[in-house]
């Protein structure tokens, strides 16, 4: 059953209203089959353990708390992690009525659902290793306060995944829902039929079109209502996030998708802006790269408490125990290399785009088992080379397909840890 308790003020919060009456996203009756087209949470643990607990594996009985699980998310969480405990909160009581629709068809005995507001998640009395809070934060009326709500039920090494709208691409959206407000459109069906009405109308110059080329959740009438109608929404920059962490004591860890942020997918490694921007700090190189691509709709982070130890997730490529480093995959599709075409050896996951590997390149990553450490990579490869040489081009090679979202990275226990993480390119 779900949890029904009080939520302050929820008959007057225009969020709240919103989403009880256009539940969202747009319900999924069928987990089986959405999982055979490889749609997933980007921040499951099940795929993202390694990025949130490099020296660690996946263990049971995870505590995962999924806040504003909307219709789906904390039901996906506890499929695809049936050992792990999952508790699901959100203010809409017509959204947790579809996750206990998904509960009860799934058997899934390891989810628990509350209809309580973010702001009042100590009332559980529970703590966590992971909180997920995904498209949640930026409809708050006080973003900082939600987050320091999380952050409280948070244990000593858990971790904070967080999605927030990204400012840039975004632009042609707020100038909509500013129209919209203008002409003093409310959430029904009669205002939303003119929203429909006017995206076809639309000038092909409109800087909305960016958007709404990629827009995953048009299709439905809660995903217009969502994107344009919204009564509280608010965009981050990648500083801003920053700031937001800063503010609610917590510290930034990394990006589910590194590629967006460092220059290896999407400037030239000859180019004299990879030069330039591969010389800039961690948080100089991630805000370049974020006014560069310019297609940053939404940021996927990771966070964690301050007084978490820095050796439990910390990278550092220029550490003296970089060759006891252990490289995992993070790839979904290899095209083996073929001489008579001429084609060398690709590596893809999506939503990234594939990379070619040489020769070397390439043996070196078959080596990559998850097991074997960076030395033991090296040392398959038997090249006739000195150490030294050998590990530096390691180092290269690790951390370029690290920061192009190819690999995960497992440490040792005793890894040498350091704040700021080194740059780097994918040359030999």
């Known amino acids: 059953m779900i949890g029904l308790r009080s939520i302050r003020n929820v008959r007057t919060d225009s969020v709240a209203k919103q989403y009880e009456r256009w539940a969202y996203p747009k319900p999924v009756t069928d987990l089986a089959a959405e999982d055979q087209t490889g749609i997933r949470d980007a ?22 708390l999924v806040a504003g699980c909307g219709t789906n998310e904390a039901a996906r969480y506890a ?10 909160i959100d203010v809409s009581a017509s959204s947790l009525r579809h996750e206990e629709f998904l509960k009860e068809r799934y058997g899934l005995a390891n ?15 529970l703590n966590f290793d992971l ?28 971790v904070l995944q967080s999605m927030l709208y990204g400012t840039y691409k975004r632009v042609g959206v707020y100038m909509l829902q500013k129209l919209f407000r203008l002409m003093g459109l409310e959430q029904t069906q009669e205002d939303l039929m003119i929203v429909k009405a006017t995206l076809k109308e639309l000038s092909q110059h409109h800087s909305a079109n960016t958007y709404l080329r990629s827009a995953p959740d048009l299709d439905c009438d809660s995903g217009l209502v969502d994107t344009f109608l919204h009564k509280r929404d608010r965009s981050f920059t990648v500083m801003d996030c920053f700031n937001l962490l800063s503010e609610c004591g917590l510290k930034f860890q990394g990006w589910i998708e590194n590629g967006f942020y460092y220059p290896e997918l999407q400037v030239s490694l000859d180019s004299p802006l990879f030069t330039k921007i591969d010389e800039m700090s961690e948080p100089e190189i991630w805000c ?14 990771f966070a964690c408490r301050e007084d978490r130890p820095k050796t439990s997730y910390s990278i550092n490529f ?16 290899v095209t083996p290399s073929n001489a008579l075409l001429g084609r ?22 078959e080596n990559v088992n998850g097991e074997n450490t960076v030395k033991e990579c ?30 995960f990275i497992k440490l040792p226990e005793t890894t040498e840890s350091q704040v700021r993480l080194s740059s780097g390119s994918m040359r030999s």
């Open 344 to 365: 060398p050896l690709t590596i893809q996951r999506d939503p990234m785009p594939p990379v070619a590997l040489d020769n070397i390149q390439a043996a070196f990553f």
């Open 378 to 407: 090296i040392d398959e490869l038997g090249l006739k080379k000195k150490p030294v040489e050998m590990e530096n081009y390691a180092r290269n090679l690790v951390r370029s397909l690290w920061r192009a979202g190819y690999l």
């Open 288 to 301: 370049a790269m974020e006014l560069f691509c310019g297609d940053i709709s939404k940021h996927l982070f």
């Open 43 to 64: 921040g499951d643990p099940s795929l993202m353990h390694y990025a949130y607990w490099p020296t660690r594996e996946y263990w049971e009985g995870m505590d995962i």
């Open 79 to 88: 499929y695809h992690n049936p050992t792990a405990r999952v508790v699901g």
């Open 318 to 333: 220029n550490s003296n125990d970089f060759l006891k480093f252990i490289p995992a995959k993070r790839v979904t599709n």
């Open 131 to 158: 909180v997920a809070a995904n498209g949640v934060i930026h409809h708050l009326a006080d973003p900082a306060a939600g987050l320091t709500a999380l952050k409280q039920v948070l244990r000593l090494e858990g």
């Open 111 to 125: 989810l628990s659902l509350y209809h309580i507001a973010i702001e009042e998640v100590s009332e559980l009395k």
